[in-house]
């Protein structure tokens, strides 16, 4: 409890000083980049060495890539039930087909299953959503938007994200113990990821016109937070027959609002801007209601 207590807190706090004015036009980015340079890769260091490699950790992954997939297919035809237009559909492939598995779900697992489960969520923040978004996402972003797809700016973005990095080192140094006051300073920077992050998503929220967006909001957070979640559980564990903790962490992962990251990418393509904000701005308020709906359910498989 008190960990959700510090979520909820700093988010409401973002959202008080960006209405106050107390903090620049700036400052998420510059919150966003401590988070992404500093504390990530931290807490990648800090946890990752002590994951057991186990055939959940692959399963983990793949359901992320899976959940795309997914999204990229039932969009694909809702587009053309619904009469959506090419650059609606972008932008709910991007915002309903990722999760926000770090700057909500690492904070949100710590609060639900405690910090030892922040590594494998942080592992299906990297190796999934992440590099879902730096590959196939802005593919999806290109096509939609009509802009040519650069390979090379691809590999730029895979390459260049520290925490990425971080998670190749720690699994390098899986054979190593850390020494007593490298470990604590790793763990004290990784705390730094749930309140700076929560404090950026409120700093962000923007409500937006919701008229003329409503039945377009509905679909993608309907299928984002409820029908995205319930499949991944039938592969799983009706197919996979997975359970236990790592089952648990990786469908609480799924349940997850909007990736921020994947709204500033299909922002930046120009995918139904209006539709992006409220995806965003909606989604992950009102996830602070669904995932402890999704832990208790979860709790019970």
């Given at each position: 409890?008190?960990?959700?207590?510090?979520?909820?807190?700093?988010?409401?706090?973002?959202?008080?000083?960006?209405?106050?004015?107390?903090?620049?036009e700036?400052?998420?980015?510059?919150?966003?980049?401590?988070?992404?340079?500093?504390?990530?890769?931290?807490l990648?260091?800090?946890?990752?060495?002590?994951?057991?490699?186990?055939?959940?950790?692959?399963?983990a992954?793949?359901v992320?890539?899976?959940?795309?997939?997914?999204?990229?297919?039932?969009?694909?035809?809702?587009?053309?039930?619904?009469r959506?237009?090419?650059?609606?559909?972008g932008?709910l492939?991007?915002?309903?087909?990722?999760?926000?598995?770090?700057?909500?779900?690492?904070?949100?697992?710590?609060?639900f299953?405690?910090?030892?489960?922040?590594?494998?969520?942080l592992?299906?923040?990297?190796?999934g959503?992440?590099?879902?978004?730096?590959?196939?996402?802005?593919?999806?972003?290109?096509?939609?938007?009509?802009?040519?797809?650069?390979?090379?700016?691809?590999?730029?973005?895979?390459?260049?994200?520290?925490?990425?990095?971080?998670?190749?080192?720690?699994?390098a140094?899986?054979?190593?113990?850390?020494?007593?006051?490298?470990?604590?300073?790793?763990?004290r920077?990784?705390?730094?990821?749930?309140?700076?992050?929560?404090?950026?998503?409120?700093?962000?929220?923007?409500?937006?016109?919701?008229?003329?967006?409503?039945?377009?909001?509905g679909?993608?957070?309907?299928?984002?937070?409820?029908?995205a979640?319930?499949?991944?559980?039938?592969?799983?564990?009706?197919?996979?027959?997975?359970?236990?903790e790592?089952?648990?962490?990786?469908?609480?992962?799924?349940?997850?609002?909007?990736?921020i990251?994947?709204?500033?990418?299909?922002m930046?393509h120009?995918l139904?801007?209006?539709?992006?904000?409220?995806m965003v701005?909606?989604?992950?308020?009102?996830s602070?209601?669904?995932?402890?709906?999704w832990?208790?359910?979860?709790?019970?498989?």
């Amino acid at each position: 409890m008190q960990n959700l207590a510090l979520l909820v807190l700093c988010f409401t706090l973002g959202i008080a000083l960006r209405r106050t004015g107390r903090l620049p036009e700036g400052a998420p980015a510059a919150l966003n980049a401590v988070i992404i340079n500093v504390a990530l890769p931290a807490l990648a260091l800090a946890y990752i060495p002590d994951i057991p490699i186990t055939p959940a950790l692959g399963q983990a992954v793949m359901v992320a890539w899976l959940m795309f997939g997914f999204a990229a297919a039932f969009f694909y035809v809702a587009a053309r039930v619904w009469r959506l237009s090419r650059e609606t559909t972008g932008a709910l492939i991007l915002t309903a087909g990722l999760a926000n598995t770090s700057f909500v779900g690492l904070p949100m697992i710590e609060a639900f299953f405690g910090r030892h489960g922040m590594g494998l969520g942080l592992v299906i923040d990297q190796l999934g959503s992440y590099l879902i978004l730096a590959t196939f996402g802005i593919l999806v972003a290109s096509v939609f938007s009509g802009t040519a797809f650069d390979p090379q700016r691809v590999v730029r973005k895979v390459l260049g994200f520290p925490p990425l990095w971080a998670i190749v080192i720690a699994l390098a140094l899986r054979p190593f113990d850390y020494p007593d006051w490298l470990s604590a300073l790793l763990h004290r920077l990784g705390d730094l990821v749930a309140p700076l992050a929560l404090l950026s998503v409120g700093c962000q929220l923007r409500l937006g016109a919701i008229n003329g967006n409503a039945r377009k909001l509905g679909l993608g957070l309907a299928f984002k937070l409820v029908a995205a979640p319930v499949a991944m559980s039938l592969v799983l564990v009706g197919l996979l027959d997975a359970e236990g903790e790592s089952m648990r962490i990786t469908l609480f992962e799924a349940a997850m609002p909007p990736m921020i990251g994947a709204a500033i990418v299909a922002m930046e393509h120009k995918l139904d801007p209006p539709l992006i904000t409220l995806m965003v701005g909606i989604g992950i308020p009102l996830s602070f209601l669904t995932l402890p709906v999704w832990h208790a359910v979860l709790a019970r498989l």
